[in-house]
């Protein structure tokens, strides 16, 4: 059994695509004792960073320093994934240079000790489909409906230095050379 659903149903009938966000980080423990200037702010009411005095870019979405996890969670990834539930693929890149916090938003770490409310992108969205996934299947087992069916596939990539590695591979092996 199928059903089709048109992407306004599961998304924001504005959406596109392909969104882009930014999360300005806040500085490191080096970077402030170095005194580093911070050289980037958030404009206000408007999805925008303005780089020094002049220089101003327009995404679909800015975070500050001070956007917690949960925030971020909820205003990229939820929507994806409640897409994915009414049948859409989805995909989330994380893009920047070495210590931009790419590691940290998609919360992959993997340190255990981690509190919820540092746990990322990654975490947040396995829990989250897998209970999305509990969830209808026990909403139609209560309306005495056929129980659905989930094929769930998933690929975690990082790109470094030109390698491409697939991070679910317990032998941590590059599959391509760039």
């Known amino acids: 059994m199928g059903i089709q659903r048109s992407a306004e149903s ?17 500085q490191s423990a080096k970077e402030k004792a170095g005194m580093n200037h911070i050289c980037t702010t958030v404009a206000s009411n408007e999805p925008q960073i303005v780089i020094g005095k002049d220089a101003t870019f327009t995404y679909d979405h800015v975070f500050n320093m001070n956007a917690c996890q949960d925030h971020i ?20 890149i994380a893009y920047g240079q070495t210590g931009s916090g790419k590691t940290y938003t998609m919360g992959t770490g993997f340190d255990f000790n981690c509190s919820h409310t540092d746990a990322g992108i990654i975490p947040r969205a396995v ?10 299947r026990a909403e139609a087992a209560a309306k005495q409906q056929p ?7 998933a690929q975690f990539l990082e790109l470094y230095n030109e390698e491409l590695v697939d991070l679910l591979d317990s032998e941590k092996v590059s599959f391509y050379d760039v």
């Open 73 to 92: 969670f909820q205003t990229l990834a939820k929507p994806l994934i409640d897409g994915c539930m009414d049948g859409y693929n989805a995909t989330i």
């Open 127 to 136: 829990q989250y489909l897998f209970s999305s996934v509990s969830k209808r």
């Open 10 to 26: 599961s998304m924001d009938a504005d959406s596109t695509s392909v969104r882009v966000a930014v999360r300005i980080r806040p």
């Open 147 to 153: 129980v659905p069916e989930f094929k769930v596939v």
